[in-house]
Each structure stands twice: as C-alpha cells, then as structure tokens.
C-alpha cells in the first residue's frame, strides 16, 4: 500500500523567507501529485498538479518538482508571506485513480 | 460557477442515529470520493465511485455507506455502526486530467 510521509509537521519561519516542504511516497508507480492548501475548518484548494511525465510546475511563487525514481517531491515557496499560512498536503494518485495524501504540513509565515 | 457543495456545515446527532451527508458537483466529473479527516490527520478514504451506479470501499468503509443514482450526486450516510463518527467528512471529485477538487466539508459531531 502507498505511504506518503510530509516532513516537517509544522515549521514557523518569519515573512519573506523563501522555503521547502517535503513530501515522499513509498510507490513510485504513481499517475500524478498534487499539492493543496488547506485553511482551518476548510476544504483543500488545489495549488499545482505534475503529472508522473513531468519533473516541474510553477504557479506564481510556487514550484513544485517531483521526482518519481526516489520517491520524493517538494513545494518551494519563494518570498513567503503571512497569508501562506496554511497546511499544506499533498497526494499522489496510484492505480485505479485512487489517492493517497500525507498528514500534512502546518505552516506559520510570521509577520 | 463550477464547483462542489456539501451541506450541511456542521451537523449534530446523537448516539445511535444514522445521518447523511450531501455532496453534489456541477463540474460534470465522473469520480467522485469520500474522505475523513480527523485532527492533525491526512485525509483517509471512506468511499469512491468511478461511474453513476458504480462504487468501491475504500480504506475505512465500515460503517459508512453510499448511493450514485445521479453524476452529480454522491451522499454518504454514517450509520450507528461507526464506532467514531465525529470527524471533518470532505467531499471531492476528479476530471480527465485526474485532478482533484474539494467541496468545503462538514463537519458532524455525535454525542
């Protein structure tokens, strides 16, 4: 079965910091990632999807790359601000369109 | 607008009661898929469906189930048989390119 694991659970960093949240999955064998923010007592919003063909997505100040073979992608956020605080999970889609999210990472952006 | 609501927002019951919880989309997607979150949890997978009239179990289906009579449509019942069913419930639903969107969730709470 797919284990997705996200380090760190919560990071606190101060505004304007650029950053890097990890997420690895045990399964290479997957069909997409995505990446979502969600706010407290919210639904997720999607923020970028990379398909298992593809190595990077950029949305604004977010990059997302993803590397299949190690099992690993990574969201970096540039110029942080306090309005990205948020958690941030992310997913992978396995066989038969079913998806398997991390626990997430709670980020504090400090005015 | 295009999107997933999911009503209530909250809801209360008692011990014992079954309650159903709607999902419904206007994005024309085919899949559609329940999920549970608990406190400082990803997000676990209760039920999907591929296809009106078609579904699967997911992870942690007992005590739950579910109806796709319509594309548009997927509620989910929680009956007495759940041992734990206070939780944050999310609905979401995937297109062609398999990316997932989310409604805004209930939350249910059982006393």
């Known amino acids: 079965k797919q284990e997705v694991t996200q380090i760190p659970a919560a990071l606190s960093v101060p505004e304007g910091e650029n950053l890097v949240l990890n997420c690895s999955f045990t399964?290479?064998?997957?069909?997409?990632l995505q990446w979502f923010r969600q706010d407290p007592g919210k639904g997720l919003t999607s923020l970028l999807l990379?398909?298992?063909?593809?190595r990077e997505q950029t949305s604004g100040r977010l990059n997302a790359s993803l590397d299949k073979s190690s099992g690993r992608s990574t969201l970096y956020i540039a110029a942080s601000q306090p309005g990205d605080s948020a958690t941030y999970l992310c997913a992978v889609n396995g066989n038969f369109n079913k998806f398997y999210f991390g626990s997430g990472t709670k980020l504090n952006v400090k005015p | 607008d295009g999107g997933i609501t999911q009503s209530p927002k909250y809801l209360f019951r008692k011990e014992g009661q079954n309650v159903t919880l709607s999902c419904e989309q206007n994005l024309n997607h085919d899949a559609m898929y329940w999920y549970r979150q608990d406190p400082g949890q990803g997000l676990r997978l209760i039920y999907y469906?591929?296809?009106?009239?078609?579904?699967q179990k997911g992870d942690i289906a007992e005590g739950y189930s579910v109806s796709r009579e319509k594309k548009e449509s997927f509620p989910l019942t929680v009956t007495s048989a759940q041992k734990n069913p206070t939780a944050f419930y999310l609905c979401?639903?995937?297109?062609?390119?398999?990316?997932?969107?989310f409604g805004p969730g209930t939350r249910l709470t059982v006393t």
């Open positions: 399964d290479s064998a997957i069909y997409n």
């Open positions: 469906s591929q296809i009106v009239n078609d579904f």
């Open positions: 979401a639903s995937t297109g062609p390119s398999y990316e997932q969107y």
């Open positions: 990379i398909q298992s063909s593809q």
